[in-house]
């Protein structure tokens, strides 16, 4: 486990790990999020309501998890987490969240993405 506290505001992150995944843990102006990516790969960062649209097949890639509601998920969906991760997967798993990823950076930043 790693752990940083900011010495400023009392912000942290925690990072959890095993051979698959690594699950970063942000406490941030009160704020919490959870972020998951490919273990020893030092590459980016997937939004735990991502891999949650992913994994149902479903649209709410902005969704905001409460505490309590994203340990439950995690306690059931850890090893299908795990299996996206995996080596066999991973690289059709990068390609589908990249693509969630933008999608959601469309609906949160539509003026950046208007044509002109």
Do not use: P
């Given at each position: ?105 469309k609906q949160m930043f539509p003026h950046l993405f208007q044509q002109k």
């Open positions: 486990m790693i752990e940083e506290e900011s010495e400023y505001f009392g912000d942290y992150y925690c990072v959890f790990s095993n051979t698959t995944i690594e699950l970063r843990l942000i406490s941030t102006r009160s704020n919490i999020f959870v972020e998951i990516r490919k273990a020893f790969s030092n590459k980016n960062w997937y939004d735990l309501a991502i891999i949650k649209a992913l994994l149902s097949k479903e649209n709410a890639i902005n969704y905001i998890f409460e505490l309590d509601e994203c340990r439950l998920f995690l306690e059931k969906y850890l090893l299908d987490i795990e299996l996206l991760f995996d080596d066999q997967k991973y690289l059709t798993t990068k390609d589908e969240l990249e693509i969630l990823s933008l999608n959601k950076t």
